[in-house]
Every structure is written in C-alpha cells, then in structure tokens.
C-alpha cells in the first residue's frame, strides 16, 4: 500500500472488509435498489483501519516514472 500511495501521490485507506469487491457489490445494489447514498453506505461499512499518506518527497520521482510508463504503453495501447 506504501507504494500505491507514493506512486499515486494518493491517500491509501484500508478497511477491515476481507472480501471488499464483494462489498463493493453489495453496496452498488443498495444505492441502485434501496436509492441508499454512496457516502452513507461508506460511513456504515468502510470505516478505515488504517490510512497510508504518500510521502510528498518521492513525488517527482512519482511524476517520472508514470511519464516513462506512460511513454512505454502507448504504443500498445493504441493497437487494442
């Protein structure tokens, strides 16, 4: 997660749920059935175990390296 957050320049939250896409699942049936808000059903069920912080100081190697990537995909991408 450490290196998520670094890379995306990003806060990592985790949350207890040991199988959160099905969660995840879940909670876009409640919002399309029940009409039950994003934010509420986050406030119930992805409470954050903990949270990660990027480490602002790596990113500019960050910003490079996805550029770099970014350059190294785009020709492929581009074929599918």
Do not use: H, W
Request: hydrophobic share 55%; with cysteine; glycine share 4%.
């Amino acid at each position: 997660m450490r290196i998520i957050a670094d890379v995306f320049q990003a806060r990592v939250e985790t949350i207890s749920a040991p199988d959160s896409a099905a969660l995840g699942a879940a909670m876009r049936a409640a919002n399309a059935v029940a009409g039950i808000p994003f934010s509420e059903l986050a406030d119930i069920f992805c409470k954050p175990v903990s949270v990660i912080e990027p480490d602002v100081a790596l990113a500019p190697v960050a910003k490079k390296m996805l550029a770099e990537f970014g350059g190294f995909v785009s020709p492929y991408s581009e074929s599918v």
